[in-house]
Each structure stands twice: as C-alpha cells, then as structure tokens.
C-alpha cells in the first residue's frame, strides 16, 4: 500500500502543468474559456451524453483521452454522464449507420430541452470516409438537428476541447 | 498432412489450384455437397476455422472458407447458383463459422442447410429480406426508407422459470463505448445466458471497398476498427501486395512493425487501465492513461498522427524514423519500462483487485479451443497462436517472437498475458529499431491483372487479422473482406459470463474488449 502512496506522490498532479503538444499549445487556455462559457451558461457545469452512431472507435478513444489526468476535462465543469435524461449535450460520433439512425432519434427525444448537439468527427461532420450508402445515413445533421461541428478523423482531445467551447 | 490428403482419403474431390494464386495459402476447390463433410472432416484433426467469405460471380456465387494448422493456411472454395444458392453449413462442426455464415445469408442470400441457429444476424431493418447488399446488382446507395425504422421481431432466446428476469442493455450503452445490444436472462445476481445482438455500426465497408483504388481501400481499412488502424491496413496491404505480386522494401516492412507494436502496446495500456478502473481501482486507469496519452504523444510526435492512421500504405509505409526519432522512441521506451516495473508490484500486491479479477469471466481451455478464440483472449486460456510466431511475415520473420501464455482463462488471465505482450513488444520495438535497414520506403505500385486475388494474415493487438482482397478491372479492387479478431471472440463472451454475476460483466466485457464496428462491417 505504501508503494501505491509512494507513486501517487511521485506521480503528482499532472494537470497542474499540462506539457504543451507541439500541435495543440493552448489546451489550458482554451479550458479557461470553456469553463468561463460553461459557469456563464450552465452554473458551472455541463453534461455530456456521448452517443456513438456507427463510428469507427476512433473517436471514441480520444473522447476517453478527455478524462486522463492530462486533459482532465472535468476540471471546466465538464462531465460525461450515462443517460440522455441527464445531458445537456449530446456528443455525437460516426455516420449514422441506418441501424442506429432510430437509436439516435429517440437518445435526442429523451434529452431534455435545451439540448446541444455537437457532431464529433469528420465522419458525423460530413460523413467522412463512408459517406451515404445503403447502410449509413452519412453526416449526424441528416438524422438529428446539429449545433457545432469538430473535424478530425479523429479529432485530437485538444481539438474537441476547442469544439465544446465553439458551441457557444 | 495437407487438408487435401485428410479430404480425399474420405473421399470428397479436391481440386487444387496450381500455384496457388493466394500463396502462402493453399486453395482448393470442392463441390458444395461436400462443403460441410468438409468441415466435419477437418474439424477433430486439428484444423482452425480461420473466416468465409463469398463473391457475386454473376451466375454464380463462390464461397471461400479459410482453415488453419500449425501455421498452414489452407482455403476451400464451392460454387453455388446465384438463383436458388444453398450450401450445407460448416457451423455445426465450428462455432466460429456461425456469424460468419449468417452475415452471408443477410448480405448475400445464401441459405446454410443444417446451420444450428438459422436467425438473421448483420441484418436489421435497413435492407428487406429478399434484397443482399453484396450481390453486383444491388446499388451501393440501396433504397433506404425515409427513415431506417428500429429492429423488430428479433426472436431472442427466451429463458423462463421461478425469479428469471431478463436484463436487455444497448444499443446506446451508459459509457463512452460502441454501439451493440445484449440481452441477459438472470436469476437474482446471477447470469444465465447472454445472448449478443450486434450489427448496429454496419456501415457497408465491404460494399463501400469496391471499386476503391489500393490506396483508398488502405485508408478505408484502417477505419474497420480505429483502434486497430495500423493492423487492418496492414493485412490490407499485404493481401493487395500479394495479389499484385510486389513486396515492400525492407525497410517498410520493419516501420510497419514499429507501427504495429506500437499499436499494441498504447491498446493494452489503455485495456489494463480500463480493467482496473471496472473493479473501482481508479490509480491504475490514472497511471496506465497517463502511459497512454504520452505513448500517443510519441506517435503524433514521430509519425504525425496519434492513432496511426493512414502510416501503411499499399507498396510501403508513408512514415520514415530518423536518427532523432530513434534516440526519441528507445528513450520513452525505457521510460515505459521503468514506469511499469514501478507499477507492477503495486498491483500484484493489491489484494482487492485481486479478489475481483481472479476467477472472474473464465473461458476454459476447451472452450477457447472449440471457439478458436484468438489473440490474448485465447493466449489467457492456454491457446498459444499468434501469426507472428506461427506464420512469421516480414518483418517478424528475422526474429523469434516470444509468446506470453496463461492457463486460468479468467479476467486476471487476460490482464497479465497484456501486460506480458506489453514487455514483449517493447523489446521487439529495440530490435526493430537496432536493425531497421536503410533503403527506400515504397515500391512503385503496379495494378495486378483483373481478377488477381491475395490474402493477408497479420497480427494485430487483438490478435489475428485476416483479410482478403481482389482485384475488378482497371486496378480498381472488386472485394474486399476483412475479419477482425473480434468476429471470432465475440461468441467467447457470451460463453465465460455464464454462472458470473451481472455486475461483472463490466469488467468481462472490458477484458476481452472485442470491436463492434470490427465485427459489424
């Protein structure tokens, strides 16, 4: 148990000094305004229902990255909860294969008014690499009405940081 | 022995095709009333059931299967009539062809004479039944309704009983995961049965990969499952190489291995994490996504993308190391090493993650054996395969790969053979990088023949990848199947959650961590 003392400590709180990816230098910047935005609009806080509607994972993996002791995003007020019911924004990943199309309609029915929806993604964005076929309604705006939208394939968690706060 | 010599000692005709035009694998060719005997002849001598896949030949449809031995990949090809095509089915003798087998039936209107579960599976409601996405004659954009209504009428098994309840979850589960539906029958705690309902995130990837150039399907491969871009585009190179005749300088063939270790260690770095935060211990999912974001930071930093996407590419690799990178990669790996040699009595010592993770979810080795579960699903129950180490390919072919095993087949099984596989790749990375040879990094692409066809086998993180390409007119690719690791251990869930209480599914599931858009197409 000690050890398990002893690393925490040495390990230390990391999001006090987030290292700067080369590509991504304001995540704490971007993270004050949100958080600025976020108390304005909500009383400090904002929840997110993410809905995967046929992507490839990809997105979802940097969504996770979101809540590593890096990103921290829930130190903006930002949370992801398990229920639409409880949301006030609806994340929303993938072209939307036509066997989640319903599935999707009726998470967006049961999030309470006012609700955000945010299309994460090239793919949610525009239908990216798939596009509209026989089995993908393509972009998340042809199923459900859209608010922001984040490229990337996938987009990096400083870029879908920068997108939560593009929503207002 | 050659599955032809097993074969035609029971009399069944076999017709080899000479050279085999998906070398290293051996095709035949057998009549379809002979499509199940065959199966049930190669079954009980040791043969795997590898995937099956068919194609729209116009009048007629040709079904392939793959089998494997010791390494051997042998693929039995049937004709049927496009009219009226039914083929006796290979289920009955292997678990692993039953999905397999009705996502032809959906997509290709084949019906498997004597198939023990008969139920749809990859369709739900976007296309009728009576209409096959994959025949030639049906249109990629289809005729989708206004609105795709939710599936129906999916006739679920059904337990009853005093105090059975069922439990359906999904589509949209509570976390941030894929998409799928699974159906439990339970008595107070306990499991009954799981039953899987998946194909939500079908999006047509097999239709949508035809008449793709080799470099669009590549980047179309890396998006079968994101977590596994680097693997599915590496066994979708190696099948379009293959078809096309050409090879990948060496050089390209060790970064694709950089690229494919890497890959699997940022995957189980995460699953290890993601293990312990299922159980309540929330220090490891700190520590191990700390490991993660920086491991993902290096290959943004070396590589130019943090999952990898689009690095391997039909003829080569896009990306190059240099002297820099080099000294960048051998030091964080040490790094991880060092932060992993810390972390590892932490948990070997922590009694109540332990308590939750021994003998939860076990998978027998028997039952892994009859699955023919693979990757560390397989290895954690005594099945030691890896394409790597049994069908060796460029680059692992220089050297030996070590191949971590456990017996107990439970959750903690799973967790240490990662963790394992983690110290594994870490030294093949060193070595990758001690012996990278110099020289250019693609050969100039050249469009194989219409009708050239090629099979990859690779290792991914999950496990094996098989993929299986052919080539239409113009250089422009005709099919394309790739079978993700998790087609195979999707059914290994549903079986090692029998007899475990609900509220560790969590962490069964999270152990085995199978793709649902890997699996969906």
């Given at each position: 148990m000690l050890s398990l003392y002893r690393k925490i400590f040495t390990t230390g709180v990391l999001t006090e000094d987030v290292p700067r990816p080369p590509l991504e230098p304001e995540v704490e910047a971007v993270g004050v305004q949100l958080k600025a935005a976020i108390d304005r609009r909500f009383a400090g806080s904002l929840a997110i229902r993410q809905v995967d509607a046929g992507s490839c994972n990809g997105c979802e993996l940097e969504i996770h990255a979101l809540n590593n002791v890096y990103y921290d995003i829930e130190r903006f007020g930002v949370h992801f909860v398990a229920s639409p019911r409880h949301a006030d924004v609806l994340l929303v990943t993938g072209p939307v294969s036509r066997h989640m199309e319903a599935a999707l309609r009726r998470t967006y029915e049961a999030a309470a008014d006012p609700k955000w929806v945010i299309a994460a993604g090239d793919c949610a964005a525009c239908g990216g690499e798939f596009g509209v076929s026989y089995a993908s309604c393509g972009a998340v705006s042809n199923v459900i009405p859209v608010h922001a939208v984040i490229p990337g394939c996938p987009p990096a968690p400083a870029e879908l940081l920068r997108g939560i706060l593009g929503l207002f | 022995m050659h599955l032809a010599a097993v074969l035609q000692e029971q009399g069944i005709v076999v017709r080899p095709l000479q050279p085999s035009p998906l070398a290293p694998a051996e095709l035949l060719e057998i009549d379809a009333f002979d499509w199940g005997r065959a199966a049930e002849l190669a079954q009980p001598v040791g043969w795997r059931w590898v995937a099956a896949w068919a194609e729209d030949e116009g009048e007629r449809l040709s079904v392939s299967a793959c089998l494997e031995k010791h390494g051997g990949y042998t693929v039995l090809r049937t004709r049927v009539d496009s009219g009226h095509p039914a083929l006796p089915s290979q289920a009955a003798y292997y678990v692993a062809a039953d999905r397999p087998e009705r996502h032809m039936q959906d997509l290709f209107g084949i019906r498997f004479s004597g198939h023990p579960d008969g139920r749809r599976w990859t369709r739900h409601q976007a296309w009728g039944e009576g209409s096959f996405p994959l025949r030639k004659a049906y249109p990629l954009a289809g005729t989708p309704p206004e609105q795709t209504p939710p599936d129906s009428g999916y006739p679920f098994l059904k337990a009853q009983g005093h105090g059975v309840?069922?439990?359906?979850?999904?589509?949209?589960?509570?976390?941030?995961?894929?998409?799928?539906?699974?159906?439990?029958?339970?008595?107070?705690?306990?499991?009954?049965?799981?039953?899987?309902?998946?194909?939500?995130?079908?999006?047509?990837?097999?239709?949508?990969?035809?008449?793709?150039?080799?470099?669009?399907?590549?980047?179309?491969?890396?998006?079968?499952?994101?977590?596994?871009?680097?693997?599915?585009?590496?066994?979708?190179?190696?099948?379009?190489?293959?078809?096309?005749?050409?090879?990948?300088?060496?050089?390209?063939?060790?970064?694709?291995?950089?690229?494919?270790?890497?890959?699997?260690?940022?995957?189980?770095?995460?699953?290890?994490?993601?293990?312990?935060?299922?159980?309540?211990?929330?220090?490891?999912?700190?520590?191990?996504?700390?490991?993660?974001?920086?491991?993902?930071?290096?290959?943004?930093?070396?590589?130019?993308?943090?999952?990898?996407?689009?690095?391997?590419?039909?003829?080569?690799?896009?990306?190059?190391?240099?002297?820099?990178?080099?000294?960048?990669?051998?030091?964080?790996?040490?790094?991880?090493?060092?932060?992993?040699?810390?972390?590892?009595?932490?948990?070997?010592?922590?009694?109540?993650?332990?308590?939750?993770?021994?003998?939860?979810?076990?998978?027998?080795?028997?039952?892994?054996?009859?699955?023919?579960?693979?990757?560390?699903?397989?290895?954690?129950?005594?099945?030691?395969?890896?394409?790597?180490?049994?069908?060796?390919?460029?680059?692992?072919?220089?050297?030996?790969?070590?191949?971590?095993?456990?017996?107990?087949?439970?959750?903690?099984?799973?967790?240490?053979?990662?963790?394992?596989?983690?110290?594994?790749?870490?030294?093949?990375?060193?070595?990758?990088?001690?012996?990278?040879?110099?020289?250019?990094?693609?050969?100039?692409?050249?469009?194989?023949?219409?009708?050239?066809?090629?099979?990859?086998?690779?290792e991914g993180w999950r496990g094996e990848i098989l993929c299986f390409v052919r080539f239409g007119a113009d250089g422009a690719i005709g099919r394309y199947y790739p079978r993700d690791p998790s087609t195979v251990n999707w059914p290994a869930l549903e079986k090692l959650i029998h007899g475990n209480i609900v509220p560790d599914f969590p962490v069964c599931n999270k152990s085995v961590n199978g793709s649902y858009s890997g699996q969906d197409l």
């Amino acid at each position: 148990m000690l050890s398990l003392y002893r690393k925490i400590f040495t390990t230390g709180v990391l999001t006090e000094d987030v290292p700067r990816p080369p590509l991504e230098p304001e995540v704490e910047a971007v993270g004050v305004q949100l958080k600025a935005a976020i108390d304005r609009r909500f009383a400090g806080s904002l929840a997110i229902r993410q809905v995967d509607a046929g992507s490839c994972n990809g997105c979802e993996l940097e969504i996770h990255a979101l809540n590593n002791v890096y990103y921290d995003i829930e130190r903006f007020g930002v949370h992801f909860v398990a229920s639409p019911r409880h949301a006030d924004v609806l994340l929303v990943t993938g072209p939307v294969s036509r066997h989640m199309e319903a599935a999707l309609r009726r998470t967006y029915e049961a999030a309470a008014d006012p609700k955000w929806v945010i299309a994460a993604g090239d793919c949610a964005a525009c239908g990216g690499e798939f596009g509209v076929s026989y089995a993908s309604c393509g972009a998340v705006s042809n199923v459900i009405p859209v608010h922001a939208v984040i490229p990337g394939c996938p987009p990096a968690p400083a870029e879908l940081l920068r997108g939560i706060l593009g929503l207002f | 022995m050659h599955l032809a010599a097993v074969l035609q000692e029971q009399g069944i005709v076999v017709r080899p095709l000479q050279p085999s035009p998906l070398a290293p694998a051996e095709l035949l060719e057998i009549d379809a009333f002979d499509w199940g005997r065959a199966a049930e002849l190669a079954q009980p001598v040791g043969w795997r059931w590898v995937a099956a896949w068919a194609e729209d030949e116009g009048e007629r449809l040709s079904v392939s299967a793959c089998l494997e031995k010791h390494g051997g990949y042998t693929v039995l090809r049937t004709r049927v009539d496009s009219g009226h095509p039914a083929l006796p089915s290979q289920a009955a003798y292997y678990v692993a062809a039953d999905r397999p087998e009705r996502h032809m039936q959906d997509l290709f209107g084949i019906r498997f004479s004597g198939h023990p579960d008969g139920r749809r599976w990859t369709r739900h409601q976007a296309w009728g039944e009576g209409s096959f996405p994959l025949r030639k004659a049906y249109p990629l954009a289809g005729t989708p309704p206004e609105q795709t209504p939710p599936d129906s009428g999916y006739p679920f098994l059904k337990a009853q009983g005093h105090g059975v309840y069922e439990i359906p979850v999904g589509p949209v589960h509570a976390g941030i995961i894929e998409p799928g539906h699974f159906r439990f029958q339970a008595v107070g705690e306990m499991v009954l049965n799981l039953e899987e309902r998946l194909g939500y995130v079908h999006k047509g990837i097999e239709k949508l990969a035809e008449g793709r150039t080799p470099e669009a399907l590549a980047r179309l491969a890396g998006r079968v499952s994101g977590d596994t871009a680097v693997g599915h585009a590496f066994a979708a190179c190696q099948a379009m190489e293959r078809a096309a005749g050409i090879e990948a300088p060496a050089r390209a063939a060790f970064i694709r291995g950089i690229l494919a270790e890497r890959e699997r260690v940022a995957n189980h770095l995460w699953d290890l994490g993601a293990i312990c935060n299922d159980v309540g211990f929330a220090f490891a999912n700190y520590q191990f996504g700390r490991l993660r974001e920086l491991w993902l930071r290096d290959n943004l930093a070396l590589f130019g993308h943090r999952l990898l996407m689009d690095r391997v590419v039909p003829g080569g690799a896009a990306v190059d190391v240099d002297g820099e990178g080099i000294k960048r990669m051998r030091a964080s790996i040490a790094f991880l090493r060092r932060e992993l040699d810390e972390l590892l009595p932490i948990l070997d010592a922590n009694s109540s993650l332990e308590d939750r993770l021994l003998g939860a979810g076990v998978l027998s080795a028997e039952d892994a054996a009859a699955l023919g579960a693979l990757g560390f699903v397989g290895r954690a129950s005594g099945q030691r395969f890896d394409v790597r180490h049994d069908a060796p390919y460029a680059p692992y072919d220089r050297f030996p790969v070590k191949v971590p095993l456990e017996e107990q087949g439970d959750v903690a099984s799973r967790f240490w053979v990662r963790y394992k596989e983690i110290r594994v790749a870490l030294r093949l990375l060193e070595r990758l990088l001690e012996e990278l040879p110099a020289g250019a990094l693609t050969v100039p692409w050249q469009a194989p023949p219409a009708g050239a066809e090629g099979l990859g086998m690779v290792e991914g993180w999950r496990g094996e990848i098989l993929c299986f390409v052919r080539f239409g007119a113009d250089g422009a690719i005709g099919r394309y199947y790739p079978r993700d690791p998790s087609t195979v251990n999707w059914p290994a869930l549903e079986k090692l959650i029998h007899g475990n209480i609900v509220p560790d599914f969590p962490v069964c599931n999270k152990s085995v961590n199978g793709s649902y858009s890997g699996q969906d197409l």
